[in-house]
Each structure stands twice: as structure tokens, then as C-alpha cells.
């Protein structure tokens, strides 16, 4: 048996990458029966004989549309304008990513048409990796790449490259740079009704590129934003910032809202910027 990773799945399938070559393979008879379906990302074990995938490797995460499994990274894309940054809207991919347990970096694309005060000063305040690029002249695209690779531990990333996956509202430019990353991907970008009318016609199926020294998978994700379902208590520990903090409040559930002594409450407008807080609070009080 090698081991491996499924780029590709289409009509039962799997195109599984391995230290020695890629192997198509279809999934063990066993996963049929138990209704077991191998996804784009899965970590497997194939026997490279019968050419089947033996082993699917515990998932460390799953997005739902399109299937994706073990997501490292996500590319949370803004626009800088056209349309208008919304902190609010980023906050809530920002929370989603942690809350699957995936690193978040965030992407402002349509840096071209940047020409207001830089609205990232609380993202880096927080420590997020913040990237400014723009898909219509290619400025920035260096640094998202060399981003892709990895945030940290260089080491860990060649033996395990990362698997990275693009979210963010519609319009703000996912497509165009998907596009111009990973130029056989050939996503359709422009208008919104436009595309979801051709929508209805063509099935996407995810496919993971290697890129740099990571994978990217040539769909976005993150479509549907279910903060609903994360619980009140979660929110502190997604917002990376209050990190540091949390331990010194006087009650250990701490909401950071009310409470008397709260370490969090008396950082804002230090380690915590005002705008994040308000942010905060919203998920809290919903
Ligand atoms: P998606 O919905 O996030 O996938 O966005 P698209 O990639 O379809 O882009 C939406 C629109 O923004 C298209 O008309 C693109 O041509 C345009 N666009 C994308 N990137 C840029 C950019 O960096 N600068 C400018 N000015 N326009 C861009
Ligand atoms: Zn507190």
C-alpha cells in the first residue's frame, strides 16, 4: 500500500497523487456498501495493483459545497472596493475558518482600485496575515504565493504541503484569481447573475492543483455562512487577539461583554481594536 492524496474525484474516480506517480483509482468495494464516499483531499492508502483506494485517513475537516476534505488554509477574500470592504462579513469568515479548525489568511484583491484609509490595521492588530493584491494587474500575487506555501515551520510544509482553498463574498475577484494561479481551472468570473445563469448548467467538481510549495483547490469554498451553529462560549476562542488576555479574567467563562474585571474589556483600543470588539459582541448578543 502508498499513500496518497485524492486531487480529483469524478464518476467514482480518484485521481490520487503519491510519492510515486499519480494513480487513478476507484474507491473499495467496502466504502460503497457502507455508503463511505472518498472526497477531493482525502489522505488515503491505494493499492497501487488493483488500483483501488484501501484507506481513507481520519478527516481533520470537511466543507460541504464543494466536497473538500483536510482543508489547512483559507484564502478569505475581500475586495478593497467594488464592491466595499465590509469588516463585518470578513469577521464572520474569519470566525467560520477557526471554527473548522483552518488557518485563515486574508486576501484584499482589487488593490488597483484602492484610495481609502487602510481598513487592515485591526486584522493585523490581531495578527492575521494580510495580503493586497490585485487579479487585474498581478501586483501582489508573489506574496500570496509564497503565503500559500505555508504561515510557518517551513520543514513541516515540504514533507505535508498544505492544502489551501479560496472563500469570500461574491464579486470580490475568487475566480479571477483562481484563474490566474491556476490558469486550467478556467472559472468563469464577471457578473453575478450572469454566472449563476450558467450556473444551472455546468456541475463543478473541485480539483486540487499543486502550487508553490502548496495545493489549492480550483473551487471556492465557504459558501454558506453557518454562524448560527457556533455556540456563544466559541466566539472568545475565534478571535485570536483576545488570546493573550482571556486568562486574566476574573470568571473563567468570560463572555468579555458585562462581566466585572475582564481582561479582554480593558484591551480594547491596545491589543484589541474597537472595531473587533463591537464585531465580537454582535456574535455574543446575537
Ligand atoms: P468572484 O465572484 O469572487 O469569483 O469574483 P470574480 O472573479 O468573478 O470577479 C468579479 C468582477 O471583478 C469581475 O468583473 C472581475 O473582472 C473583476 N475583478 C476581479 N479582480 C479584480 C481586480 O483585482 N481589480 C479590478 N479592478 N477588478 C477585478
Ligand atoms: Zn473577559
Redesign the pocket.
Known sequence: MISGLITKGVGGEYTVNTANGVYICTARGVFRNRQITPFVGDRVQIDPVKKSVEIIEPRKNVLKRPPVANIDQVIV?M?AA?PAFHAGLLDRFLVLAGYEGVDAVICI?????HNREDFTVPYVLAGYPVIK?????GAGMDDLLAVMGGQSNASDTLSDPILNVFA????????????MLIPEAA??????SV?LKRGKHTTRHAEIHSLGAGFCVDT?GFSSLEVDAIPTQAFSGLFPEFAAFVGECKFSDCLHDKERDCAVKKQVGKGVHPSRYESYLGFVRR
Do not use: C, F, R
Not at 109 to 113: G, M, Q, S
Not at 133 to 137: D, E, F, L, Q, Y
Not at 187 to 192: R, S, Y
Open positions: 477574500t475586495a467594488s484583491n482589487k488593490y488597483d482600485l493584491v490585485s487579479a487585474a494587474t469570500g463574498p461574491s464579486g470580490v475577484g475568487k475566480s479571477s484569481l483562481i484563474n472559472m468563469e468570473t464577471g457578473d453575478i454566472k471556492p
